[in-house]
Nanobody, 123 residues
Framework: QAQLVESGGGLVQAGGSLRLSCAAS????????MGWFRQAPGKEREFVAG????????YYVDSVKGRFTISRDNAKNTVYLQMNSLKPEDTAVYYC????????????????WGQGTQVTVSS
């Protein structure tokens, strides 16, 4: 059964950095555009960034543009999210998922999610 495993979260001070990883088992990610999402307490899950299947195109929501960088290594079946200049409002559980190739839609392709990784940014 396909699994997505997110890791790399933690507690960091405002202005700090974290690098999240999303590894897949049981399914190759290379045919899919991939996205990162986040869900803060009491809020709905929101799309943060997306990357095309070959890494040639990326998209970011305005709130993270210039601070976050999404990348992928298809040979390692892994997607990354480098997060710099973190702010307290970035605090959330972060998830990865295959997304619609039209990255601006921010729409997940499937209904399954990994366990996510917690990112907490202190002020």
């Amino acid at each position: 059964q396909a699994q997505l495993v997110e890791s790399g979260g933690g507690l960091v001070q405002a202005g700090g950095s974290l690098r999240l990883s999303c590894a897949a088992s049981g399914r190759t990610l290379s045919p899919y555009a991939m996205g990162w999402f986040r869900q803060a307490p009491g809020k709905e899950r929101e799309f943060v960034a997306g990357i095309s299947w070959n890494g040639g195109s990326t998209y970011y929501v305005d709130s993270v543009k210039g601070r976050f960088t999404i990348s992928r290594d298809n040979a390692k079946n892994t997607v990354y999210l480098q997060m710099n200049s973190l702010k307290p409002e970035d605090t959330a559980v972060y998830y990865c998922a295959p997304v619609n190739p039209r990255l601006t839609s921010g729409s997940p392709l499937f209904s399954f999610w990994g366990q996510g990784t917690q990112v907490t940014v202190s002020s």
